[in-house]
């Protein structure tokens, strides 16, 4: 089936395979933008939703920053915002509502504002009030527009003192050596030799839980948003070490032949503590849950690493749908949800 290019071309409508193989591309786009605030920054926060705020999760992992963070999903934002914080309002679309009034909230609390859009709402907001406006290429879905909020966020950061500087180059040279470690995930390539239709099989019909430590979590969430989105299929995610706290008791007491998939994203980056709890939390779950598949993140630097366990989970999420019969770029029951909650 997934070997079938006729098959392929005849629901992957949108060719959402052909955007996932040049996602590599959107950590080279420049935003051309010059910036510079005579504000002293305090703290950051963003303010988004789903794809539009996955972004935002891998900077605390890659580059880092100094100074006090948080990604913000809901209408309004911490109570310290103020003259000092930097806000910065993300949506591909520019019009996600929790968003749209986070950004009149940061308003309200005069702090420094940055918008990332494609258009919308927020984009004529940035233009009518004159905050800088990181404009987003349109046509896309949000969790595949997820690398250019990526360069987006680390080229105004970066402009403004609160990464590295050099952040920017080396998200771009990454790009090619992502395109080129992902190649035998594409579709001409036979399952056989296919690391990523080869886990899309073992996921059919079963719910996704993926784990994954503090340096991989962005990429488990990653991985959880694209099989919801783009497979239609349900999926969790949790972080080790946290998991061995709670959730590890909870597949204890039940049959091993649940209706589930274990996906454990792994890096030797990680504290080797954290490492060691995948091994033994595996032994001794064995017979108790489905046994995990393990996925060894490549490369040596952890940008490459939390790179590469995206671009995977991305081309897993879209194998799964057409595993299913299923066009991977829509999400109608989303738009429909949207629409109902204007009315």
């Not at 950051?44 to 913000?72: C, H, N, R, T």
């Not at 987006?152 to 470690?181: F, I, M, N, Y």
Request: aromatic content about 8%.
């Amino acid at each position: 089936m997934l070997d079938d290019q006729h098959y392929i071309k005849q629901h992957d409508v949108q060719d959402a395979l052909g955007v996932v193989a040049g996602q590599a591309k959107q950590l080279e786009h420049d935003f051309a933008i010059s910036l510079s605030t005579s504000t002293r920054i305090d703290s950051i926060v963003v303010a988004g939703m789903g794809g539009s705020a996955l972004a935002a999760s891998l900077i605390p992992v890659w580059p880092g920053l100094s100074k006090p963070f948080e990604v913000v999903r809901g209408y309004s934002l911490p109570a310290y915002v103020g003259a000092h914080t930097l806000v910065i309002v993300s949506s591909y679309s520019g019009n996600t509502e929790e968003t749209v009034s986070a950004l009149a909230d940061a308003a309200t609390r005069g702090a420094e504002i940055i918008v990332i859009a494609a258009g919308g709402k927020l984009a004529s907001a940035a233009e009518a009030q004159s905050y800088p406006l990181f404009r987003l290429p349109d046509g896309l879905q949000p969790r595949m527009a997820v690398l250019y909020n990526l360069a987006a966020l680390v080229q105004l950061l970066e402009q403004l003192g609160l990464v590295s500087k050099g952040s920017v180059d080396e998200l771009r040279t990454t790009s090619a050596w992502l395109q080129s470690h992902s190649a035998s995930w594409l579709a001409h390539v036979a399952t056989a030799d296919n690391r990523a239709k080869q886990i899309a099989q073992e996921l059919m019909g079963k719910s996704v839980v993926i784990y994954g430590g503090p340096k991989l979590w962005p990429a488990a969430y990653k991985w959880k948003i694209n099989i919801n989105e783009n497979a239609k299929q349900i999926a969790w995610c949790n972080q080790l070490p946290e998991f061995n706290h709670n959730e590890f008791s909870g597949w204890t007491e039940q049959p091993e032949h649940k209706p589930y998939a274990i996906i454990d994203l792994r890096s030797n980056l990680e504290n080797e503590r954290v490492q060691k709890r995948f091994v033994v939390t595996e032994r001794l779950l064995s017979g108790k849950r489905p046994k995990p598949i393990v996925v060894e993140a490549e490369g040596e630097t952890i940008l490459k690493q939390l790179l590469w366990t995206i671009a995977l989970g991305d081309f897993v999420s879209v194998y799964l749908a057409l595993c299913s019969g299923i066009n991977p770029t829509p999400v109608d029951l989303i738009e429909k949800f949207k629409k109902a909650m204007e009315e």
